[in-house]
C-alpha cells in the first residue's frame, strides 16, 4: 500500500459558515453591550471599550474568509515527502505531475491535529514558515481526505519512530 496522494484543497464552506456565525455573535453582544451601558450613566464606560473590541473581532471573522486566497495542492510521496503547491482556482482538474510542480517543500510538525472529521495541519518549509491548514471533510473529497489522514498519521508515526531511536532535535519539538 503506497500512501502517495496529490489533493486539491478547497476553502470549506462550513469554516466560512462558522466565521461569519461567530461574527454574527460578536457583533450581537457589542450591540447589548452598547445598550445596556446606557443605565450606568457613565460617558465612558468597560461596556464602551468592550462593545468596541467586539465590534473589531467581529470585523475580523468577516473579512478572514473573504481574503482572497490561492487554491493549494498538497502532495504526499510513497515516503512521506509534503510539497504544498499554489495553483490557480480552477487548476483542479490538470494536475501537474509532481516534477512539474512549482511549490515547496514541507515537514509536518508538532500540533498537527488528526481527528475522523477534522485536520488542523501545521507545516514547516526549509525557510522556516510554518503554514497551518485547517481542513473539514468539504475541503476536498472524501477519498482524499481518508487519504491523507492515512497518509499524516503514516508520516507521524515515523517521525516519532525516527525521534525515538535518534538525538537530533525533532520536528516534533518546538
Avoid at 461569519?20 to 457589542?30: D, E, I, N, R
Avoid at 515516503?79 to 512549482?102: C, F, K, N, Y
Avoid at 501545521?122 to 482524499?144: F, H, N, Y
Wanted: positive net charge; charged residues 15%.
Amino acid at each position: 500500500m503506497s500512501i502517495a496522494l496529490s489533493a486539491h484543497l478547497r476553502p470549506s464552506r462550513l469554516l466560512t459558515a462558522l466565521h461569519f456565525a461567530m461574527a454574527a455573535v460578536l457583533l450581537s453582544t457589542a450591540i447589548w453591550l452598547l445598550q445596556s451601558a446606557g443605565y450606568l450613566g457613565f460617558p465612558f464606560s468597560l461596556h464602551h471599550a468592550l462593545a468596541i473590541v467586539c465590534a473589531i473581532a467581529s470585523i475580523a471573522f468577516i473579512v478572514q474568509p473573504l481574503r482572497r486566497k490561492t487554491a493549494l495542492r498538497i502532495d504526499v510521496t510513497g515516503l512521506g515527502q509534503i510539497r504544498l503547491v499554489e495553483t490557480l482556482p480552477d487548476a483542479a482538474a490538470r494536475s501537474l505531475p509532481w516534477s512539474d510542480a512549482v511549490g515547496e517543500v514541507v515537514q509536518l510538525r508538532q500540533g498537527s491535529t488528526l481527528w475522523p472529521s477534522l485536520m488542523v495541519l501545521r507545516l514547516q518549509a526549509v525557510s522556516g514558515r510554518v503554514t497551518t491548514l485547517i481542513l473539514l471533510p468539504d475541503s476536498l473529497s472524501d477519498d482524499a481526505f481518508r487519504a491523507l489522514s492515512v497518509a499524516c498519521r503514516w508520516i507521524a508515526s515515523r517521525q516519532a519512530n525516527h525521534d525515538a531511536l535518534s538525538n537530533d532535535v525533532s520536528p516534533w519539538m518546538s
